[in-house]
């Protein structure tokens, strides 16, 4: 089979990567991929984002099969294009990557499928919100409706950051992302992220983590696109699991169906859990990074036979075997990231790490340049370890992490201080 890959961060460098240790895998093309990629799989310079372009390339190629990586393709419609012309792809069409692209959509199918959910009103003009604001007061939570790369959200303590959020929305700070915005009721407890493979008929839960968006050790500092991950998350536990799939996870996907718009692809449901019960914090029409990182390591060749039965309908008798193990990835990136960060620093050590089913540094913004590897974005290496326990996952995660030469580079030093302290 010939597949191809879009995207080019950890996260697909661990769908590559798992898709190479199928023996099914004859052909693999990432685009635009990294430099970590590019040791695995052949990489491809092509606008993912434009679904005629990937479409031609496809059929030059000859690919069988095309994985959906990132959010903004799917939002696109490259995914349709590509069915259209036949392919066979894992990731939903427009009209169902609305749960991502639109969180006032998403809100209006948690209200028709009755599952729990924030308390929210939208606006699209600042002075009503303004008044909703100053009416419910703080803490409150601020959203631009449409993709804003992961931005788009205030979590407002006070209500002056509260309002300052409405002034930046509406004042155009996230374009058209921010042309209508949602405010929510700031829900308290804590977060964990479940995926399920969704064929448009069959819904199969396929794992657990948890991911950490503060940039800084004890989850202080700015919200990033995520500094680590482990998985699975003990916080789900089974019960939750099936409590999350029978309120949340199967009304939203009969609600999406009965409008004509069927999922297909993983959902990543972002819960908050309190008091042994979930309510859904936003869902995601992809997997999360770096939370997809961990779970690949985890499943291996697997992955590949189950996002094809995924794409191809035959969820139904599709089941995932994991073994008792846990995985983490402490992510490194540029200094200052999430604000301004530096591009071209060298990053030294990387020849000597592991590179085995039980660990992998999967690259994020990475590339290379004559023999040197150079840092090419804010998150930039994924260091992945697997072990009977989380702990030994993390001692071995760090063991990498200090293997790594990159002076201009930081990370967290607590992943997984929930479970481990
Ligand atoms: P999102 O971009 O929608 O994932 O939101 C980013 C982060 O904001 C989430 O991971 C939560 O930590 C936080 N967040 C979003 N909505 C709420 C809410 N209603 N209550 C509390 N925290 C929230
Ligand atoms: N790690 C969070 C996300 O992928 O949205």
Not at 218 to 237: F, I, K
Not at 335 to 360: C, H, N, Q, V
Request: charged share 25%; glycine share 12%; net charge negative.
């Amino acid at each position: 089979m010939n597949i191809l890959i879009l995207g080019g961060g950890g996260r697909e460098h661990a769908l590559a990567w798992a898709c190479m240790q199928n023996p099914k895998c004859d052909k693999l093309i990432v685009a635009p991929g990294n430099a970590g990629i590019a040791r695995i799989a052949e990489c491809a310079r092509l606008d993912i984002e434009d679904g005629s372009a990937v479409t031609g390339f496809a059929e030059e190629n000859a690919m069988d099969f095309v994985i959906i990586g990132p959010e903004a393709p799917l939002a696109a419609g490259v995914g349709d294009a590509l069915r259209a012309a036949g392919f066979t792809v894992f990731g939903p069409s427009q009209a169902a990557a609305r749960l991502e692209a639109s969180k006032a959509f998403t809100k209006e199918i948690c209200d028709a499928a009755g599952a729990p959910t924030a308390s929210w009103a939208r606006f699209t003009q600042a002075e009503p919100a303004r008044a909703h604001i100053r009416k419910t007061g703080a803490p409150i939570v601020v959203k631009a409706d449409g993709l804003a790369a992961g931005k788009g959200v205030i979590v407002a303590m006070d209500e002056e950051t509260a309002l300052a959020a409405i002034d930046d929305m509406f004042g155009g700070e996230f374009g058209a992302a921010g042309a209508e915005v949602v405010i929510e009721e700031f829900m308290e407890g804590e977060e964990a992220s479940f995926f399920v493979l969704c064929d448009g008929e069959n819904a199969l839960p396929m794992g657990t983590a948890q991911d950490h968006k503060r940039a800084f050790d004890g989850d202080e500092g700015p919200n990033t696109g995520g500094m680590g991950a482990y998985s699975p998350a003990p916080v789900l536990t089974q019960t939750l699991q099936d409590q999350v799939m029978d309120r949340i996870i199967r009304p939203t996907l009969a609600e999406m169906a009965r409008r004509g718009t069927p999922y297909q692809g993983v959902l990543y449901a972002g819960l908050m859990i309190r008091d042994g019960a979930a309510r859904l914090v936003e869902y995601n029409c992809r997997f999360g990074d770096p939370e997809c990182q961990p779970l690949m390591l985890r499943l291996g060749a697997q992955a590949l036979d189950l996002l094809q039965a995924t794409a191809e309908g035959r969820l139904d008798d599709a089941q995932v075997n994991w073994a008792e193990d846990h995985a983490m990835t402490v992510v490194m990136a540029a200094r200052g990231y999430p604000g301004a960060y530096e591009k071209g620093t060298e990053i030294r050590g990387l020849p000597d790490l592991p590179e085995s089913s039980f660990a992998m540094c999967f690259h994020a913004g990475t590339r290379r340049e004559d023999r040197r590897i150079l840092a090419n974005g804010g998150r930039v290496l994924n260091l992945t370890a697997r072990g009977a326990t989380l702990q030994e996952a993390r001692d071995r995660a760090y063991e990498m992490v200090a293997a790594v030469d990159w002076p201009e580079g930081f990370n967290r030093s607590d992943i997984g201080w929930r479970v481990l302290g």
